[in-house]
């Protein structure tokens, strides 16, 4: 495996999310423990992009239950259609918030977040898990990481 993921630091967003996706592939492909392979991707997400909060919800019976993230504590758990996670759990489509004052029902896991994205992971029309990123600034999220965070969902459930 290898020890550190390389990134041009001056590299644009998409060309840093073209540089981690196939090591974020070689990094999970010889691993089969999910949680071990999500706190991986979660803490390569955090180096690169240094978001607020980036991490994982998963469906477990009833709700989505908090899985591996890097970032402050979090809130354990979540209900279809409550909040950005689960809206876009119930909906099984991305939800770019670009301001989450302005999102019905948003659920603050820190003051300091501005702006979310959320993208579900779908295997077989199954919502299994969301991926969810926060920012400390307004508007931080666009079309890049939506197309490069889907991709990444892609990846995720092919070994899910
Ligand atoms: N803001 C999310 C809750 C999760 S935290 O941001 C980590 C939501 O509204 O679903």
């Not at 999910?34 to 978001?51: M, S």
């Not at 295997?123 to 666009?142: I, P, Q, T």
Request: hydrophobic share 40%; net charge negative.
């Amino acid at each position: 495996m290898a020890e550190s993921i390389l990134i041009y630091q001056n590299a644009t967003k998409e060309a840093k999310y073209k540089q981690i996706l196939p090591q974020i592939n070689a990094l999970i492909e010889p691993e089969t423990d999910r949680t071990a392979n999500l706190a991986n991707i979660a803490a390569v997400l955090k180096e690169v992009f240094n978001p607020l909060w980036v991490g994982f919800y998963e469906w477990k019976t009833d709700e989505l239950v908090l899985g591996p993230f890097q970032g402050p504590i979090a809130c354990a758990r979540i209900k279809s259609g409550k909040g950005v996670c689960g809206k876009s759990f119930e909906i099984a489509k991305t939800i770019v918030v670009p301001d989450v004052d302005k999102f019905p029902g948003h659920i603050f896991c820190s003051n300091s977040s501005k702006s979310e994205i959320v993208v579900p992971i779908i295997r077989n029309g199954e919502v299994l898990a969301v991926l969810d990123v926060d920012s400390y600034k307004l508007n931080h999220f666009d079309d890049v990481d939506q197309e490069y965070l889907e991709q990444l969902a892609n990846l995720i459930s092919n070994k899910w």
